[in-house]
């Protein structure tokens, strides 16, 4: 799903041919979508069996560094070891600079990304403040791992769809993590910390997601042990269309060929 920071956020996705259409026009609408059961891996676009990491085809869940372990923990980045699975790929990617932040939604928590603020719809947080500016993935994992004893790393999703956010203020959240992670954040070597540079000036990005009503329950529908889930659309937040009937992770069912009506 490709997501445009409006109020509300736009969701879109792409037809067979290529073509753009806006999932907002189904909200409020009968909705179905139809898994025809052929699966297209999202990296090399071969016809697979099962998909792997949200879209991939077992081979390159293998071969690509896009699907290495160091991606869900970046402090674990090997690439200095020379061991890099796509040495070039990891220097227009992980070799770039990252933005550490703060998000709220079911919880307050710390995160990573490149791509802001499109990580943040992804999570279905409805404010995001950037903390650090840093120079590589390597750090941001570092500066992350950090944080993490002061503040939650995952979105309990559940809650976050029930619209159930977290108390808190992030400007004094910053200022407060600030002070409590100085000292850790001291221990780098001089090589790191040039490498990070603290944002004390950035407002809070605030986001609103189009839903009409949030599900009280949550049933979580499941493409590939039933194909076919229907129902009237309620909205869409974070990676999730909200039908009456249930709740759909589009972000999980990459690759799959459907097909989608609305009336
Ligand atoms: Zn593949």
């Not at 109020?7 to 009968?30: C, H, R």
């Not at 719809?121 to 992350?144: C, F, H, T, W």
């Not at 194909?227 to 249930?246: A, C, R």
Request: with cysteine; hydrophobic share 30%; glycine share 6%.
């Amino acid at each position: 799903m490709h997501t445009t920071h409006n109020s509300p956020v736009t969701y879109q996705l792409n037809d067979k041919s290529e073509q753009a259409f806006t999932l907002n026009d189904a909200i409020g609408k009968n909705f179905s979508i139809k898994a025809t059961g052929n699966i297209f891996c999202v990296a090399c676009g071969n016809k697979t069996k099962n998909s792997f990491r949200q879209g991939y085809c077992y081979p390159c869940t293998l071969k690509l560094a896009q699907c290495d372990i160091c991606i869900i923990k970046p402090e674990q980045c090997h690439y200095d070891q020379g061991t890099c699975r796509e040495p070039e790929w990891g220097e227009t990617h992980c070799f770039q600079d990252h933005t550490v932040y703060l998000a709220k939604s079911s919880h307050i928590k710390v995160g990573i990304t490149r791509a802001t603020p499109t990580r943040w719809i992804d999570q279905g947080a409805v404010e995001a403040l950037p903390i650090y500016k840093v120079k590589n993935r390597l750090i941001s994992g570092l500066v992350e791992t950090i944080y993490k004893n002061y503040v939650s790393d995952k979105t309990d999703w559940r809650k976050m769809l029930k619209n159930i956010t977290a108390e808190g203020n992030l400007i004094e959240m910053r200022q407060q993590l600030f002070s409590e992670s100085k000292t850790e954040m001291s221990y780098f070597s001089p090589e790191i910390s040039n490498g990070i540079e603290q944002l004390t000036e950035e407002p809070v990005v605030k986001i609103e997601f189009p839903v009409l009503e949030y599900p009280k329950k949550i049933t979580s529908a499941n493409l590939q042990k039933k194909s076919l889930f229907e129902g009237q659309m309620m909205g869409i937040k974070g990676q999730y269309v909200l039908l009456d009937t249930g709740v759909l992770n589009i972000r999980k069912f990459a690759g799959y060929e459907v097909e989608i009506e609305f009336s």
